[in-house]
Nanobody
Framework: QVQLVESGGGLVQPGGSLRLSCAAS????????MGWYRQTPGKQRELVAG???????NYADSVKGRFTISRDNTKNTAYLQMNSLKVEATAVYYC?????????WGQGTQVTVSS
């Protein structure tokens, strides 16, 4: 069983930056693929960025070059650095851990980009 707790969300102006953190409890964090998703009301949850247990990353086209996903296995934590934020990035951001058929979600953290 893995429990995920996101933090770092908040209100930021367009063009600003935020860093989200996802702290995982439980064992074998390093064996999980991690991902960040976001969701706005009335829309499906969408993948923002992912990082495999081997460190391979992938990004949604809309965030490439501005967002960076990383992980620190010594701290059981995944991160999402978000730069040059746009208003359309406003959403609840969720952390996801996946290993085989086992998938876990955090409770989400709100990111609001507004002037």
């Amino acid at each position: 069983q893995v429990q995920l707790v996101e933090s770092g969300g908040g209100l930021v102006q367009p063009g600003g930056s935020l860093r989200l953190s996802c702290a995982a409890s439980g064992s074998f964090f390093s064996s999980y693929d991690m991902g960040w998703y976001r969701q706005t009301p009335g829309k499906q949850r969408e993948l923002v960025a992912g990082i495999t247990r081997l460190g391979r990353t992938n990004y949604a086209d809309s965030v490439k070059g501005r967002f960076t996903i990383s992980r620190d296995n010594t701290k059981n934590t995944a991160y999402l650095q978000m730069n040059s934020l746009k208003v359309e990035a406003t959403a609840v951001y969720y952390c996801n851990a996946r290993r085989g058929a086992n998938i876990y979600w955090g409770q989400g953290t709100q990111v609001t980009v507004s002037s």
